[in-house]
């Protein structure tokens, strides 16, 4: 079913030899910090098995306008000084959009996460079909389809301009599964199928907020 929400999506890697630096500031500090913003209702962080990004999560916002809010926006122009070094020396390959979620099926969340990243617009009611017959395998937990909005509307934020400027989708297909082997099978088959895409096998790492949504 569809639904208002917003979705921020970001893929990105980190610099060799600041990981540490990077699990203090996403763990201690930027989690909590953007779960304050009013608006902000879930948010989880996934680290990759396997695919071209090192790390993938995303937040669940009441709708896409919560995500160029003032407060949230007052929150980008004024990083704080960890996030500040983070964004300048350790974030690389930065991915974000803003998104619709168009669809979610399914009731649960899993410990793993499979994406699939598109820079063309697919047929949107194949993926949709896929999504709905995902979802009826056991080891699915859930499937969402999110599609990105007017690029033209996303300013530009001080943080993004410390990363250098940032990449985009225009929609993802996100499937949770109970299982790293269901994820790595899907993983692959989806590779197969969406040859021109972007796939990532990630399990997860932390999440805060209402799981439900």
Known sequence: MASQHGILAIWNDCRAGREAEFEQWFQGEHLLERLAV???????RHQAISGNAGYFNFYVVEQPAVLVSKPYLERLDNPTPMTKGIMLEVFINMNRTICHRTLR?????????????????PDVGALMSLAEALVQDAGVAACEIWTATDPAGQPVSMEEKLRGGDRKIKICLMVDTLRQGDAGILGSQLSKQFAGAEVGVFSVLRQLGNGGI
Not at 38 to 44: D, E, S, T, V
Not at 105 to 120: C, E, I, W
């Open 105 to 121: 099926v399914g009731g649960f969340r899993g410990a793993y996460a499979v994406t699939v990243r598109f820079n063309d617009t």
């Open 38 to 44: 009013p608006g902000f209702l879930f948010g989880r």
